[in-house]
Every structure is written in structure tokens, then in C-alpha cells.
């Protein structure tokens, strides 16, 4: 039987792997597929920034190789996956979505690409995204915005959005995006797939071209959450080569979103469904909620009443942290350096001002400025001050209740261009999912219906730290319930 059947449309990770190991089909000839729709749907949609189907092809080849023996197949076994082009690849361009790394090839693999492709996945190339994360639209990409595959005259979401694009396309089974106040679960809302926060410290950050890194996490997208959580399951761990890696054991994810949510506690907290709701918006996450309640879920009202002051706070600790990283761009080492330079402080200047998009300096300034002389007080470390209460009071929230239901976005997709002019306007398109990334809580983005025109809805489901069986437990209720 040949691979072309596959890609019509989303199969599961588990129906696939067992496709491969009974021989119904090749990891080779999958891949040949998914290339195959890959070029005649990416000059469309812009997802793919580059393929690497040498390496792509090894692998499946090495897999078919294992199947024809009999052997045990690994869990991942000739999967086609996509990787964000903020997670270096070895030998193969590396972006971040920015030219001032155009061209640029590591010479090593992030940690949780090494492990994808150690448990058989077979890697398809890099996906598109905001430059250096920086962004909820994926219109800031040096190389083109994505479009959403639902709707190819909306953006698809940002950071990430190539990577929830892909999934939604059906151009990967599944995909790695990074996450530092939305960038995961925001797209995965916006393209009707399921998207992975987990908790700081689960996943390994090493091989990450950083953002802020008290806050960029890296996990999965897929078409279901028990896919989510397989792929969470092979990423997840401790890391010798990151020191803020957790060594806390790796639960079997995909198990635990297989046990029932009956009996748990669900809290709704009122500040996430006020003013600046889409009433559809508001209407389809509540059928969830109602959806959770049939599922046998007590649902709670609950307060988290610090919620109103995310956004500023994030947008403090997240620029200050990106211009400390982004200081390592300066034309030195590696990356852009501008030919138009008759002094150091020239090469300086000139290489990253040309070299940056306008959203990244943007936040450059911002940060800078809140870590100048004089301002360290009044803003960073008040922001540092503040995140600890948002955290402790999710703490307290969680003394009550197993997770926390919300919106992921407060609208649906919204049309290329429309809010590239405000700012602030694009800002506030994190305001459901920045608390959880300040917190460092883990979260997941079921979708759970969708507006009148067909446009996709999450809902958000948060759980304490550690606790991401519980939120893939509730997600797969609501997926269950096929609203």
C-alpha cells in the first residue's frame, strides 16, 4: 500500500506506527508523500523555511530498515515532523525567523530535536515563525508571514505559527514550537490544533536561540492530544547541558491522558471571560466547560484577581531579558555583519540595526530601558515582584482545584495586516496565556469548536507545576466530546 493515502488527511501517531510495523507502508515512502504535499502547498501557505530532506530521508530509511527485521520500532518510528527555526538543527539553516542569522548552520542539535529524532521521528525541515519568537501573528518574520490554513487571508498566530500551520495542513504530523507568553497555545487556538506549555524546567532549553529565558519553553503541536503528550513524553527530561532542566522522573503522558477526567476539579476564573470576550469566543468555551461537566468534572468559580496585571509585567520581564540575549548579535562571532562599517562601533550599530526587523528592536529599547540606571527599580524589579504574586496566587488556586479552564485567545484569527499598526493591540492577544508563562505553570490548547465562519476556538486548560497529565486528562474530555 503506498504512503499517498496518509497524507489526505490527520492520522493519528499510534495508527501510523502501527501502519509501519505491519508493513502497510514505508517511512520512505511517507516522507516522499509528505514532500510531495509540502511543495505544492508551502508556496501558498509559507510555512516551511527550509527542508531537510537529506537527513530526513536517512532516517526513514534507517527505520524501514529496523521494520523489515521484525525488531521493536521505537515510539516516534518514520513520523514526519516539523521544527521551529528557533531550534538549531545541525548543518541545516537555523533563522529565528530573522536575517541576521540568514545562513546560518549549527554545528550541533538542540537537545529536543536530538531526542525526537533518537526515538525515530523522522525530521522534515524548519518552520517559519516570528522573528526570535517575538510576536503573535507571524507577521514578523523576515521571510514572509504564514498563512492559516483555515483561512489563508488570516494569520495563523504567532510565535509559532508555522509549526500549528503545519499540523493544521497536515504538512507534519506533529511539530516543536516554543512558547514565552502564548507562542504555542495562541496558534494552536487560531488553527484548530492541540498545542503543549510545559512546565519551565520539563523540557531541556539547550539548542534554543533565546528570547527570555526565565520564560521560553519548547513543546508540541499536534492534530489530538494523546499525540501532544506522546511527543511531550519523548522530549521531556533532565539535561546535563541545561542547568534549569528538571530532574523530577517523566510521567507516560500518553497514558494519563487516556484515564478519565471524572472527579476532578475544574476552576473557571471570572477575570478571563470580562470585557474584550468574542461573544463567540465566550460561547464555545463554555460548552466545553459544560462538556467537562458531563465528563463527571465539578466545575468552580474561582478569582484570580492579579490577572489584570500580566501583560505589563510580561512585557517588562520578557524585553529585559531579550536585550540581555539579543546583546550577543553584534557581527563578531557569527551571523549578520554589515559591509557598511568603517569602525567597530559602526560594525556594531550598522550590522544589528540592519539585521533586526522592527518588532525585535522594538523590544530591544524596551528592555533596555527598563534595566538602564536609574528605571531597574521601578520597572524590572517591580515586574519580578509582581510575577511572584501572580504565581503564589495560582498556588493557592490549585489548593482548590485539579486545573483551570479559560480561553486561549480572547478572538479568533484575525485577518494579515490588521493589527500590525498597533502595538499594543497585538500585545493584548496574549493577555489569556502570559499569566501562565510568568507562573511557570504548564497548560494545553484543545480546540473546542468554532465561531459562525468556521474560524477555530481554544480553550486553555492550566495545571500546577508538573502537573501536565492532569491538563492532557481534561483536554482529551473536551476533545472527546467533539463540540
Known amino acids: 500500500m503506498t504512503a499517498e493515502r496518509f497524507v489526505k488527511k490527520p492520522r493519528t501517531l499510534t495508527d501510523l506506527r502501527a501502519d509501519l510495523a505491519a508493513g502497510r507502508t514505508k517511512a520512505t515512502d511517507l516522507a516522499a508523500a509528505y514532500y510531495e504535499r509540502i511543495e505544492k502547498l508551502n508556496p501558498r501557505l509559507n510555512i516551511f523555511l527550509s527542508l531537510t530532506k537529506e537527513r530526513?530521508?536517512?532516517q526513514a530509511a534507517r527505520i524501514d530498515a529496523i521494520a523489515a527485521k521484525g525488531d521493536p520500532l521505537p515510539p516516534l518510528a518514520g513520523i514526519p515532523v516539523g521544527i521551529k527555526d528557533v531550534l538549531v538543527t545541525q548543518g541545516a539553516p537555523s533563522t529565528a525567523g530573522s536575517k541576521i542569522l540568514q545562513g546560518y548552520r549549527p554545528p550541533y542539535d538542540c537537545t529536543a530535536v536530538a531526542r525526537l529524532e533518537a526515538a525515530g521521528a523522522v525530521l522534515l525541515?524548519?518552520?517559519?515563525?516570528?522573528?526570535?519568537?517575538?510576536?503573535?501573528s507571524n507577521e514578523n518574520s523576515a521571510y514572509g508571514p504564514v498563512r492559516n490554513p483555515v483561512d489563508p487571508e488570516r494569520v495563523p498566530g504567532g510565535s509559532s505559527g508555522g509549526s500549528a500551520a503545519?499540523?493544521?495542513?497536515?504538512?507534519?504530523?506533529?511539530?516543536?514550537?516554543?512558547?514565552?507568553?502564548?507562542?504555542?497555545?495562541?496558534?494552536?487556538?487560531f488553527c484548530g490544533v492541540v498545542g503543549v506549555l510545559p512546565t519551565y524546567g520539563r523540557v531541556s532549553r539547550y539548542g534554543l536561540i533565546a528570547f527570555?529565558?526565565?520564560?521560553?519553553?519548547?513543546?508540541p503541536l499536534a492534530s489530538n492530544?494523546?499525540?501532544?503528550?506522546?511527543?511531550?513524553?519523548v522530549i521531556a527530561g533532565h539535561d546535563p547541558s541545561d542547568a534549569t532542566s528538571s530532574p523530577a522522573p517523566v510521567p507516560d503522558?500518553?497514558?494519563?491522558?487516556?484515564?478519565?477526567a471524572a472527579g476532578l476539579r475544574i476552576g473557571v476564573p471570572a477575570e478571563y471571560f470580562g470585557e474584550g470576550l468574542d461573544p463567540e469566543v465566550r460561547a464555545a468555551v463554555e460548552k466545553g466547560i459544560a462538556a467537562l461537566e458531563v465528563a463527571g468534572c465539578t466545575i468552580k468559580p474561582i478569582s484570580l484577581p492579579h490577572t489584570k496585571y500580566a501583560v505589563p509585567t510580561y512585557y517588562l520581564v520578557a524585553t529585559a531579558e531579550a536585550s540581555a540575549n539579543l546583546a550577543r548579535f553584534d557581527g563578531v562571532r557569527y551571523g549578520y555583519r554589515s559591509p557598511n562599517s568603517a569602525t567597530l562601533s559602526d560594525m556594531y550599530s550598522h550590522s544589528r540595526d540592519e539585521g533586526f526587523g522592527a518588532e525585535v528592536k522594538r523590544r530591544i529599547f524596551l528592555g533596555t530601558y527598563a534595566l538602564s540606571a536609574g528605571y531597574y527599580d521601578a520597572y524590572y524589579l517591580k515586574a519580578q515582584q509582581v510575577r511572584r504574586i501572580l504565581a503564589d496566587e495560582f498556588l493557592r488556586a490549585f489548593a482548590e482545584v485539579d486545573a483551570i479552564v479559560t480561553p486561549t485567545s480572547p478572538f479568533p484569527a484575525f485577518k494579515l495586516g490588521e493589527k500590525t499598526g498597533d502595538p499594543l493591540a497585538m500585545y493584548l492577544a496574549d493577555i489569556y496565556t502570559v499569566t501562565a508563562s510568568l507562573a511557570g505553570i504548564c497548560g494545553v490548547s484543545v480546540p473546542c469548536g468554532a465561531t459562525k465562519a468556521g474560524l477555530p476556538v481554544g480553550m486553555q486548560v492550566l495545571a500546577r507545576h508538573f502537573g501536565e497529565g492532569t491538563a492532557f486528562r481534561v483536554a482529551?474530555?473536551?476533545e472527546a466530546a467533539g463540540i
Not at 492530544?225 to 513524553?233: E, F
Not at 503522558?253 to 478519565?260: F, G, K, L, W
Request: glycine residues 10%.
Open 56 to 58: 530526513a530521508l536517512a
Open 476 to 478: 482529551r474530555a473536551v
Open 125 to 136: 525541515g524548519k518552520t517559519n515563525c516570528d522573528e526570535f519568537a517575538m510576536g503573535s
Open 253 to 260: 503522558y500518553a497514558a494519563e491522558s487516556d484515564t478519565p
Open 212 to 219: 527570555a529565558s526565565s520564560l521560553d519553553r519548547i513543546g
Open 166 to 189: 503545519a499540523v493544521a495542513s497536515n504538512l507534519a504530523v506533529a511539530t516543536l514550537g516554543t512558547d514565552t507568553g502564548g507562542s504555542i497555545r495562541q496558534p494552536a487556538s
Open 225 to 233: 492530544v494523546r499525540d501532544a503528550a506522546t511527543m511531550l513524553g
